[in-house]
Nanobody, 124 residues
Framework: QVQLVESGGGLVQPGASLRLSCVVSGRTFSTFVMGWFRQAPGKEREFLGTISRSGADTYYTDSVKGRFTISRDNAKNTVYLQMSSLKPEDTAVYYC?????????????????WGQGAQVTVSS
């Protein structure tokens, strides 16, 4: 049974930074390609970025490129989403996702395993 558990969400002011963590259990973490998505109320789930199994390669959607950074620690079975210069429009539930073999890494339906989500609210 694969489980993904996110943590680190919360309420922050505009311009602040926040780091989300996602711990994966149940399978060998290093075999997973990991992705981060978010979903704001009334909107579709949005791809943010992905990281390769080794962590050597990352890819981000344009809206977060330069502000968000994805990293992973395979020894800790954990993937991170470091967010900086947060804006009110970044308010959403943030999800990590995992898959062993993926071609369209920006497509939510391609990922087999999902976390429960972490609420991030950016407001003054």
């Amino acid at each position: 049974q694969v489980q993904l558990v996110e943590s680190g969400g919360g309420l922050v002011q505009p311009g602040a930074s926040l780091r989300l963590s996602c711990v994966v259990s149940g399978r060998t973490f290093s075999t997973f390609v990991m992705g981060w998505f978010r979903q704001a109320p009334g909107k579709e789930r949005e791809f943010l970025g992905t990281i390769s199994r080794s962590g050597a390669d990352t890819y981000y959607t344009d809206s977060v490129k330069g502000r968000f950074t994805i990293s992973r620690d395979n020894a800790k079975n954990t993937v991170y989403l470091q967010m900086s210069s947060l804006k009110p429009e970044d308010t959403a539930v943030y999800y990590c996702a995992a898959d062993h073999n993926i071609t369209r890494f920006d497509t939510a339906i391609e990922y087999d395993f999902w976390g429960q989500g972490a609420q991030v609210t950016v407001s003054s």
